[in-house]
């Protein structure tokens, strides 16, 4: 087991559709902040690498609408092999880690 980073850190996801390895190693995924005007899917998985993601790995899958009010999703789930995203359509959102 390797250690932890010391306080948290962010991702921006900024539209684009892909997958993204934002952490290869352990670590906890604290929250995720939606500004408000957003459309497209984010998954969150607890994988190492873009080709670990599956169904089973996946943490959070967010269908974001059109419009939304602006929040805070508090997650603080431990991931035990890394954080991967993948977006698709043009969602917009703030991912707070570490």
């Known amino acids: 087991m390797s250690a932890q980073p010391t306080g948290e850190q962010f991702t921006a996801v900024s539209g684009g559709v892909g997958t993204t390895v934002i952490s290869n190693e352990n670590t906890t995924l604290r929250r995720v902040l939606i500004p408000g005007t957003y459309v497209g899917t984010l998954n969150l998985h607890?994988?190492?690498?873009?080709?670990?993601?599956?169904?089973?790995?996946?943490?959070?899958s967010l269908g974001l609408p059109t419009t939304s009010i602006p929040q805070s999703i508090e997650v603080g789930v431990r991931?035990?092999?890394?954080?991967?995203?993948?977006?698709?359509?043009?969602?917009?959102?703030t991912i707070v880690w570490g």
């Open 46 to 60: 607890d994988a190492a690498t873009a080709a670990g993601t599956t169904s089973t790995s996946q943490i959070l």
């Open 79 to 93: 991931c035990r092999n890394g954080l991967v995203y993948q977006a698709t359509g043009t969602p917009t959102a």
